[in-house]
């Protein structure tokens, strides 16, 4: 699958494997470097990604198509392999205890199934503007319980950059929404211009990650006024990484992002002062792309 | 009134449609029959401009996309979406308030529910609903019978009506012929990426025959079934 979405994205397997593993391990010493919590929050990550392995879904196609047996064996590798980066760089920084429970609990969790009532919805605050955050929220409402909850223990210990850490992994949700490029329909069935149909989603972004992060940003600066500019500037990066993102999307729609642009977004997201040219280049192309459907 | 003349689309190599000449007037029901990719659904992505053609199409009210409710074979879904939801979307598109959407729920759909979770025939239903809510002056309703119940069925019949007595254009295809001769005053035939035939009401009934003998033949001889 892997392999797969690899080549969709117009990038061979190995080095993308390769980018991957640089990008997993260059964002484990920058957590390890900042936060004293890192080996515990790392385990959560890794327990997180297996939990979307237990999908009733998924684990009811498997047991369909293979022997009990092998189905057991399938689950236990898939868990296994998956924590395995994470543990290996747990035993790296010397955090045995936390190590060994990763590697116990993932495999574990192999043998429960996460079966979340499908039919039934939980409100959100944005139906007046569906459907990226509607969709989005729901998905991963988990991951914004752990952001909340690292911001009070950020507040509790006064940690300040286990609070900045919660606001990145916010907008880091939010950004994630405008990953998958949505059906035409629903881009045609728009009574707007290209421009109208981009400051539409723009201004629904803008709001509704306002919402999301908000309760990060107003404990951080009521409770560490110090670092008020830094806050400040956490929060504009991140609106501008949405802004970003969202023009990235369109720009090669109705196809996923191509490899130049996955290039281009990733220099614009790690060299802010880039954007100043990126944005632009996105938006023209976005439009353009539009102008197709939207005329 | 929506014109068209000398549509054609072709994938690569492939013509799906050649050199369609047509005239879809208000107040009327249209039926479009053909066999599976005869280009039905390639001729209806390019009325919507969902699909990019040659040839000229123009209409009463432009940008026609904007005035177009389309009901596609397979709505495609959002996983977790809700029927309200949904329908909020597809009028917030176009502007206009839905309004008491559960007042409007005749086919008694669980709005509350995520659509994608939602039976072939609710999810029709649901996309039905939408469009007939955003107020389009053109339908284009791709099988909207398709994998719904008789009561639906017979509803969906009667919204027809009333679209084509509030001066709408309507065209539909569908794969049950006699869900057509019921509500339209015209059926072209399409075959080949043409249209080869054009019938009224009148000749709906040798129009049947001539499919049957076209479409059968001696097709179900050759399964030589015992």
């Avoid at chain 1, 260059?26 to 890192?38: C, D, E, I, Q, R």
């Avoid at chain 1, 996460?114 to 939980?122: D, K, S």
């Avoid at chain 1, 286990?162 to 994630?176: A, E, K, N, Y």
């Avoid at chain 2, 929506?2 to 369609?20: C, M, N, P, T, W």
Wanted: hydrophobic share 50%; with cysteine.
């Amino acid at each position: 699958m892997l392999k797969r979405q690899l080549s969709d994205f117009g990038i061979r397997p190995a080095l993308g494997i390769g980018l991957l593993l640089a990008g997993f391990s260059g964002f484990s010493f920058y957590l390890f470097l900042k936060l004293t919590v890192a080996p515990w929050l790392y385990m959560l990550l890794a327990l997180s990604l297996v939990s979307r392995l237990s999908e009733t879904g998924r684990n009811t196609f498997l047991r369909l198509i293979f022997k009990r047996a092998d189905y057991v064996r399938i689950r236990l590798a898939e868990n296994g392999l998956t924590v395995v980066p994470f543990v290996v760089f747990l035993c790296c920084k010397s955090v045995l205890p936390v190590a060994v429970l990763l590697a116990v609990l993932a495999p574990l969790l192999s043998l429960v199934r996460i079966n979340i009532p499908a039919a039934v919805a939980f409100p959100t605050p944005f139906y007046k503007r569906p459907f990226e955050f509607i969709v989005g929220f729901r998905a991963r409402a988990g991951l914004f319980v752990v952001a909340y909850g690292l911001t009070a223990i950020a507040v509790i210990y006064q940690n300040f950059n286990l609070g900045i850490f919660s606001l990145i992994l916010v907008f880091t949700v939010c950004l994630s929404f405008y990953n998958q490029p949505e059906d035409v329909f629903y881009v045609w069935m728009y009574r707007l211009t290209p421009n109208g149909f981009l400051w539409h989603k723009l201004k629904t972004a803008m709001l509704y990650a306002g919402i999301l992060s908000l309760p990060v940003a107003l404990a951080l600066l009521v409770y560490f006024p110090a670092h008020m500019l830094i806050t400040a500037g956490f929060l504009l990066l991140g609106y501008v990484g949405l802004l970003t993102v969202l023009l990235a999307k369109y720009s090669s729609y109705p196809q996923q992002m191509n490899l130049p642009q996955g290039i281009l977004l990733a220099l614009g997201l790690m060299m802010p002062p880039f954007l100043l040219a990126i944005v632009p280049f996105f938006y023209t192309q976005s439009v353009k792309r539009l102008k197709a459907l939207l005329g | 009134m929506i014109i068209i003349e000398q549509l054609s689309k072709a994938y690569g190599f492939r013509q799906v449609l050649s050199d369609i000449d047509v005239r879809f007037e208000p107040g009327r029901v249209y039926g479009i029959v053909g066999e599976n990719g005869s280009g039905k659904t390639t001729l209806f992505k390019c009325m919507t401009g969902i699909e990019q053609y040659t040839g000229t199409i123009t209409a009463g009210l432009s940008p026609l996309k904007d005035h177009t409710g389309y009901l596609q074979t397979e709505p495609a879904y959002f996983s977790k979406i809700t029927g309200r939801e949904y329908i909020r979307l597809l009028c917030q598109a176009r502007g206009k308030d839905p309004g008491d959407i559960d007042g409007k729920n005749i086919f008694d759909l669980p709005l509350g529910r995520y659509a994608a979770t939602y039976s072939t025939g609710m999810k029709k239903k649901l996309a039905l609903m939408a469009i007939l809510l955003q107020e389009n002056q053109y339908f284009i309703l791709d099988e909207p019978f398709n994998g719904v119940d008789i009561q639906s069925n017979i509803i969906i019949t009667a919204i027809i009506r009333q679209l084509k007595q509030l001066g709408k254009t309507l065209i539909i295809s569908s794969h049950i012929f006699s869900t057509l001769s019921d509500i339209c005053d015209e059926i072209h035939l399409l075959q080949g990426g043409q249209f080869i035939k054009r019938v009224y009401e009148d000749g709906f009934d040798e129009l049947e025959q001539e499919m049957k003998a076209l479409f059968i033949g001696n097709r179900i001889a050759a399964l030589e079934l015992k």
